[in-house]
């Protein structure tokens, strides 16, 4: 079936439909990576995006059980130069295409994606709108132009109420802003004790948890939109031992007077390289966010900078000056991507562990 993708400056991109045969409109974004496309789709960072995957060939290994980041893909739908409908891997449960069908989101394939990408880059994110061949690249465009962005993403993909996951170690409470399940894994897979909780979880009702520590979790949109989260990061600053991921970091940022922006069109890949500013290491991240802190907002502020992007410079990393709080702005958890930066929950075990070991001296 034809398919189109009109974007809001009039750009037509005519190509073969796949995935669930309806209309999607969407923040058009690119992903760099070459292979992970199931978690990038899976990714709730992604909610309300179209994306675009750089890579040529998308589909070959087909879907299987275990590489979800959540139940339910938020993206809008997925743009690619070839998709494979016949995938061959020994895990592959179903193709590519099922897999959209079943969770109605659109695909196009056959357009030029690198001609996309450069347009992208060069202009910024854009709105477009996946459709039949029958509508009108004027009045969509027009449509697009004049609809308001989206602000409640992280409602949307956050769990409604909280849920224990049991381990023996150290208690963590996981603020779920579109957690992917990698960041759960990563935890359990260290012992922890997690209790998930939604969003706009209340900073007295985590501590009457009992936790060790916080993570605050990944997620899509604008850090601004979300001030419950900001509220709540403030109250347990020096509280509770606080560990901020991607959106996590840059809500630990505005809890401490710092500002974010825009970026013009974001870092979304498997390849970014990140430099730790005090020892000079290079760690290769992964990356899903369209927003940075700003660095000159930092002065005055009690974060100092520990990372930033070796690409252009913006921050990858924060640590408070007093409180036992850090963050980071690319994934260590990586599903998918290289996992140079795991250790970081490693250091997060460590500052709880030596946390617990003041209070109980």
């Known amino acids: 079936m034809h398919k189109q993708l ?20 969407g923040e058009v974004v690119f992903n760099t990576g070459m292979t992970g496309y199931q978690e990038i789709l899976s990714d709730p960072s992604y909610c309300g995006q179209i994306v675009m ?3 040529p060939l998308i589909g070959n290994y ?3 059980r275990d590489d979800f980041e959540s139940l339910n893909p938020a993206i809008a739908g997925l743009i690619v130069r070839e998709v494979e409908l016949e995938p061959s891997h020994w895990r592959e449960q179903e193709s590519l295409h099922d897999l959209l069908v079943a969770k109605n989101i659109p695909g196009l394939a056959g357009i030029d994606t ?17 459709c039949d061949m029958e509508a009108i690249p004027e009045e969509v465009a027009a449509s697009l132009k004049n609809s308001k962005p989206l602000t409640d993403q992280v409602s949307k993909v956050s769990v409604n109420t909280a ?33 998930v909780v939604p969003y706009n979880t209340g900073a007295d009702e985590i501590k009457r948890l009992g936790v060790d520590g916080v993570l605050v979790s990944n997620g899509p949109g604008n850090p601004e939109n979300v001030p419950e989260t900001v509220q709540t990061v403030k109250e347990l600053i020096g509280e509770i031992p606080l560990f901020g991921i991607c959106l996590g970091h840059q809500l630990l940022a505005l809890a401490c007077g710092a500002t974010t922006s825009k970026l013009t069109f974001g870092h979304r890949g498997s390849n970014h390289p990140v430099r730790e500013i005090v020892t000079g290491r290079i760690d290769i991240t992964a990356q899903n966010h369209g927003y940075t802190v700003d660095a000159w907002s930092l002065e005055g502020t009690e974060l100092e900078l520990t ?26 958890e990586a599903s998918p991507g290289p996992h140079d930066a795991n250790y970081l929950f490693d250091e997060f075990i ?12």
């Open 350 to 361: 460590r500052m709880m562990t030596e946390a617990k070991a003041k209070v109980l001296a």
């Open 163 to 195: 849920y224990h996951v049991p381990g023996k170690g150290m208690r963590v409470a996981l603020i779920d802003c579109g957690m992917k399940h990698g960041i759960l894994q990563s935890l359990i897979e260290r012992q922890c004790d997690v209790v």
């Open 62 to 64: 087909g879907i299987n």
């Open 307 to 332: 990372h930033e992007a070796v690409n252009d410079g913006t921050v990858e990393g924060l640590r408070h000056k007093q409180a036992q709080a850090f963050s980071v702005q690319y994934h260590p």
């Open 53 to 55: 995957l750089t890579y």
């Open 114 to 130: 690198r001609m996309l990408t450069r347009k992208i880059r060069a202009f910024g994110t854009l709105r477009g709108r996946i």
């Open 6 to 25: 009109i974007l809001e400056d009039g750009t037509v991109f005519k190509g073969e439909g796949f995935g669930a045969d309806l209309v999607m409109s």
